[in-house]
């Protein structure tokens, strides 16, 4: 069972910073996970009312706000447009509307859960997290910072690069987490994939050896994706097991890549 | 098929639907006070100890505390959670609270507080020390295995089911029916294979819960989400070894049971901290406690031999049940006996002999109890799944090995306790659901052009309708003021919609608007006696009771009119809105005899009537599933399911409906993704809906289900059960369509997209 | 702490536990149609509305929703009654347990989108479980009462 002992609604950033920076107190996302944890929080910070949730836009990229819910990523109409409708697909499988309306970009990033399927999708978007203490991380820096690191998620920065984008996932039943999370980004020839729900947090492969130099093929896709697959480091859950995720991990990927090319 | 009848066949609206779409208050925790004490219990993490020592000084310590009790405060005489007829089958092998643990969640103590938050922190301030036991986890090594689940000399069966605690058997038996090694000795075919059903949770919305309070006479008062009042009645004095006579147990409406409610899970705990403070007391189970202390499905694998010509004659079933008890034998005994005796007998036109035996054993994994098709659902998937083995082995269509073979109508059934069929449109279900369902078009296997392959299974089911020679239903009808009626029932409505089909019978039979019956129950002071809603029973055996009490109803409804016409009562009629003299001369109406009734009058304007059967006559059901399957992921996709069921007449074919399409999804939730496992240390992984997946409504796929009625002689207006027998068609179907899309027969539940793939040839 | 609010149309001012949850706080308030299914926030019984969004109740603190309008179904009863007969009809309500969660959010797919395809009622009820009806009910319900409506639009 979760207790708090007291509930502080921000009224800055620096100030929930200062607050969180002790042990017993936490930061609140949409709650979901929180929620289901047995520990005693002494001060529950909420960050509801410091304007962050919110999609902005700029000539260059989209600003997503740590408080914008899971459900408005999913219908922001720029964002699909720039993804091909990639957010639509990451989120809509994830519980059902009234979860997402209640889960936080911010929340769902900032546990960096392995079955995270917004992760996944943000790693090959080239998002940057702002941290309030800690600056502008790329996703892979923001991902190795400790577990315990202190410091208040404030907004996603999505590039408004053109990239052909496609995500896909695999799960046991239709709103279950999924067993595996892949996104591919292609861009100039280059092609950035990202493999989630391994079921560690997502990891991201490059062409490194040219197998698509030829262009994007039935064979050289699969080849690419064999060759994630063996690369790819994987793990047993419940869900599923090692070679599992390894075969379907070769397949998703595969899929993904043919599906980004027709557009 | 229209039988002429008024209300009966009628889809009418359940008498509560606009109250419960509303949100009206109407269950346990909606209706009782809030100021109750809140009752938690302390539960073991060990699936096999031995407390040693329990502290509960400084737990007693925490403001709001009221009590805590351990082993040491409860009654030493051992019984039953089991909602069955005394003397239940299933053994008396329970405590309150017991010395010994018997599995990951088996109670430890009991904590009454002022509120939830003191009750938590009590629960983490009770200190016990455990002599940590090696558990028995597998069922296959668990009878005559040297560590006994239950070494107590005060364990006690109360009948003959072939239980020995000093084995972990908790029932066995076997029955032959003809000369078996012979006639497998002259089979030209024969399947041989076992097949597993997982524990499966019920998963009712509604958690388990309980209300107690003493009431104004100094009894136990129980307010309580269960199918079975009177039951609970007797368990609950059982348990706290009060006299029956100080408990009384009323149900408001219930948030689903299928099943789990017919155990007395949550109700002993409360009832024993406000029998002991004489304070009011509530729990409410957490879904967390649903999944890992409650009363599930049988684990059970089914062995199945199978024999037959290499015409497809079927011409022996060998069955033999392996049932997986848990560390309590609640519905042990009795279940494991469906598996053969409601999966055989679908084979009864050729069938020259059988055999089923069975072994039910103890362990130290989570109680099973009563989950909606009670054993058949796992004796149908194996028998099922091996018929259709022997099809494909046969290249027979497997629907056609099943006309060949399946029972009919007026047909003797041998391994169905001898009973005949009078009933029986199976034939017809299956002609119907190859039709709606277009087999002919939907069974070949169709390579999508992404490569997902799309193909189809079938299977049959039977059930029963309440237990023959045991189950009692009951009715009582009155007239009231100005003549409407009530009828009191000890059935329980759990959401199956009892209460307005009851009323519909009531209604064709009293000639008046179900809208004129007000229905009540089920109340252990108030209700006449009913066994309670399981096996199937309730339209049947209740469904009859209501019929009979009504016509003698009416009948006295006659006599007080005789007085008011001053005639013989032989020369009235009743026609629904009062009596009628046969010669045209008189009319006294409902209202008359009513106000008459209640003046200077010795003649009741009620009737109580209770029946039984000695029969049990099985509803049928033929289904058919297609599915798309992804060979490079084992995602499996429900895209179509047919199913045309013969419930004898259906009361409400709205309700029906409901039931059918209700009961096929739960069985694709078994089938696919419903899985149960055991971590390495007893507890269960799938204790939550986050882990344990229910289907939505994106997993099912479409739905069409039909009836194809027939006529139970000794049923209301011809009607059947149909509860349960919906549930068995989909695991069966599903295995059969993956078959077919991979060439790979899986028999153990839940076939997910791992397993598909991983057996995939080429793999 | 304190926090004010307004639940179903009433502003109310209430004394509550930092950790005092949504869900508990409006039961407390009378609003028993709110219910309790799971405690991970699979279940989709304690929907609530939230300025207008459906969230789940279960998950969120009363305390997040101070200065916020909150709705349950005893505040809607009449958007309610307009559709819930045409599931009646049907018998889809079976046990009831879900239904408040279920009509909250049906509530809400139909202010946002009020002709959906039945994918699209699929696809955003996806979240609210029910274990009796096998959903196909629920989904002839919703498919009756709009095709009324068109109807009686004509």
């Known amino acids: ?263 | ?763 | 702490m304190q926090i004010q609010m307004t639940l179903n149309q009433k502003k109310i001012t209430a004394e509550i536990e930092a950790d005092t949850l949504l869900l508990d706080f409006v039961r407390d308030h009378g609003c028993l149609s709110v219910k309790r299914g799971c405690e991970t926030a699979n279940c989709g019984l304690c929907t609530v509305l939230l300025d207008g969004v459906p969230v789940l109740s279960c998950s969120t603190l009363a305390a997040r929703a101070t200065g916020h309008h909150v709705q349950t179904l005893e505040g809607l009863q009449a958007e309610a009654e307009e559709f819930v007969g045409f599931i009646a009809d049907q018998g889809a309500e079976q046990c009831g347990f879900c239904n408040p969660g279920f009509v909250m959010n049906t509530i809400a797919l139909l202010r946002e989108n009020p002709t959906p395809t039945d994918d699209e009622i699929r696809a955003y009820l996806a979240g609210n479980l029910c274990r009796c009806s096998g959903y196909d009910g629920q989904l002839r319900g919703i498919r009756a009462y709009l095709d009324w409506k068109e109807a009686q639009a004509k």
Request: hydrophobic share 40%; charged share 20%.
């Open chain 1, 1 to 263: 069972m979760l207790t708090i002992n007291q509930y502080v609604r921000a009224e800055s950033l620096e100030q929930a910073y200062e607050l969180c920076q002790k042990k017993r107190n936490v930061v609140l996302g949409g709650m979901l996970w929180l929620k289901m944890q047995h520990r005693n929080v002494e001060t529950a910070i909420d960050l509801c009312d410091l304007g962050l949730d919110q999609i902005t836009e700029t000539s260059d990229s989209y600003t997503i706000g740590a408080m914008v819910s899971l459900r408005t990523l999913e219908q922001h109409a720029g964002l699909a447009a720039l993804t091909q409708g990639a957010f639509a697909e990451a989120l809509s499988h994830i519980v059902g509307v009234q979860f997402r309306n209640t889960a936080t970009v911010g929340g769902s990033l900032f546990g960096r859960f392995g079955f995270s399927d917004v992760l996944t999708l943000f790693v090959v978007l080239d998002a940057k997290i702002e941290l309030y203490h800690h600056g502008m991380l790329s996703i892979a820096e923001f991902c190795a910072l400790p577990r315990n690191t202190r410091d208040i998620l404030v907004q996603v920065h999505v590039p408004k690069t053109q990239k052909r984008v496609v995500y896909l996932s695999q799960r046991n039943s239709a709103t279950d987490f999924p067993v595996l999370t892949c996104a591919v980004a292609l861009q100039d020839g280059n092609c950035q994939c990202a493999i989630g729900a391994r079921p560690l947090a997502a990891v991201t492969f490059t062409d490194e050896t040219g197998i698509l130099q030829n262009g994007i093929t039935p064979e050289s896709a699969a080849a690419f994706a064999q060759n994630i697959a063996q690369k790819a480091e994987f793990g047993k859950d419940i869900r599923a097991g090692v070679e599992y995720r390894k075969r379907v991990c070769a397949v998703l990927v595969r899929r993904a890549l043919l599906q980004a090319k027709e557009g």
């Open chain 2, 1 to 763: 098929m229209n039988k002429g009848y008024r209300y009966v066949g009628q889809p009418i609206r359940k008498k509560d639907a606009m109250q419960l779409l509303l949100g009206k208050p109407a269950f346990v925790d909606d209706i009782t006070p809030k100021d109750a004490l809140v009752v938690k219990v302390l539960r073991s993490k060990y699936a096999h100890a031995w407390i040693q020592e329990i502290n509960t000084d400084i737990a007693l310590k925490v403001p709001g505390v009221v009590a805590v009790y351990t082993y040491k405060d409860v009654p030493q005489k051992r019984f039953t959670q089991a909602g069955q007829t005394y003397p239940e089958p299933s053994p008396y092998d329970r405590l309150l609270l017991d010395q010994r643990v018997r599995f990951v969640g088996d109670a430890v103590a009991i904590v009454a507080a002022e509120n939830e938050k003191a009750a938590d922190k009590a629960l983490k301030l009770i200190k016990v020390q455990y002599e940590v036991l090696e558990p028995v986890l597998d069922m296959h090594t668990a009878k005559d295995n040297p560590i006994l689940v239950h070494p107590e000399d005060n364990w006690i069966a109360n009948c003959p089911v072939g239980a020995d605690n000093q084995r972990n058997l908790c029932a066995s038996g076997s029955e032959t029916h003809g000369d078996l090694e012979g006639v497998f000795a002259t089979c030209d075919e024969i399947i041989e294979h076992s097949y597993r059903v997982q524990a499966c949770q019920q998963a009712m919305m509604e958690t388990f819960r309980t209300y107690t309070e003493i009431d104004r006479y100094g009894r136990l008062h129980v307010i309580s989400s269960t199918q079975i009042v009177f039951h609970c009645r007797r368990i609950i004095a059982n348990a706290l070894d009060i006299p029956k006579s100080k408990v009384h147990v009323e149900k408001p409406r219930i948030g689903g049971g299928f099943g789990a409610k017919q155990t007395v899970v949550a109700e002993v705990y409360p009832a024993f901290v406000t029998w002991k403070t004489k304070r009011p007391a509530k729990m409410i189970y957490t879904r967390e406690e649903s999944q890992i202390a409650a009363s599930p499905r049988h684990e059970m694998e089914v062995h199945v031999r199978l024999g037959a010509s290499k015409e497809g004659i079927i011409r022996a079933l060998d069955v033999y049940t392996l049932s997986n008890t848990g560390a309590y034998g609640e519905h042990g005994p009795t279940t494991v006996g469906l598996s053969g005796h409601k999966s055989i007998p679908l084979y009864t036109a050729n069938m020259e002999a059988f055999r089923f035996g069975y072994d039910v054993v103890y362990t130290n994994k989570q109680a099973a109890g009563a989950y909606r098709g009670y054993g058949a659902t796992q004796g149908i998937f194996a028998v099922e799944s091996a018929v259709n083995e022997l099809a494909d082995k046969l290249g027979i269509d497997p629907t056609v090995i099943r006309e060949k073979n399946m029972v009919r109508e007026g047909m003797t059934m041998p391994a169905y306790y001898n009973e005949t069929t009078n009933a029986c449109a199976l034939d017809r279900c299956l002609e119907r659901c190859k039709e709606i369902f277009d087999w002919e078009h939907k069974f070949p296997v169709r390579h999508m052009p992404d490569g997902k392959i799309r193909t189809a299974g079938v299977a049959l089911s039977m059930q029963g309708s309440a237990i023959s020679n045991c189950d009692v239903g009951s009715a009582t009808i009155k007239l009231g003021d100005e003549g409407f009626y009530n009828l009191l029932i000890g059935a329980a409505d759990m959401g199956t919609g009892c209460d307005t089909t009851l009323s519909q019978i009531a209604a064709e039979c009293l000639e008046c608007s179900p809208d004129e019956i007000e229905v009540f129950g089920a109340d252990s002071d108030a209700s006449p006696y009913d066994s309670g809603s399981y096996a199937s029973s309730t339209a049947y055996l209740t469904g009859k009771a209501v019929e009979k009490a009504c016509i003698e109803l009416k009948e006295n409804m006659c006599r007080i009119g005789a007085q008011l016409l001053q005639c013989e009562p032989e020369e009235l009629e009743f026609r629904g809105d009062g009596v009628y003299k046969l010669d045209g001369s008189g009319f006294a109406s409902r209202m008359d005899i009513a106000t008459k009734s209640m003046v200077c009058n010795t003649i009741p304007a009620q009737a109580t009537v209770s029946h039984t059967s000695p029969v049990s006559p099985p509803p049928f059901m033929a289904g058919m599933i297609e599915i798309e399957l992804d060979p490079e992921t084992g995602g499996v996709q429900v895209l179509d399911c047919a199913a045309v069921v013969d419930c004898g007449t259906a009361l409400n074919p709205a309700l029906a409906r409901v039931q059918t399409e209700g009961g096929i999804v739960q069985g694709i939730g078994m089938a696919l993704f419903e899985n149960v496992s055991y971590m390495p240390d007893g507890s269960i992984a799938e204790n939550s809906f986050m882990q344990y997946k229910i289907p939505t409504r994106l997993d099912m796929g479409k739905l069409h289900v039909e009836f194809e009625e027939s006529h139970e002689p000794t049923g209301p207006y011809g009607a059947k059960s149909i509860g349960e027998v919906v549930i068995n068609i989909s695991a069966p179907a599903i295995a059969h369509a993956i078959f077919r899309a991979t060439g790979v027969w899986h028999r153990t539940l839940p076939i997910t997209p791992e397993k598909i793939l991983l057996a995939m040839p080429n793999a």
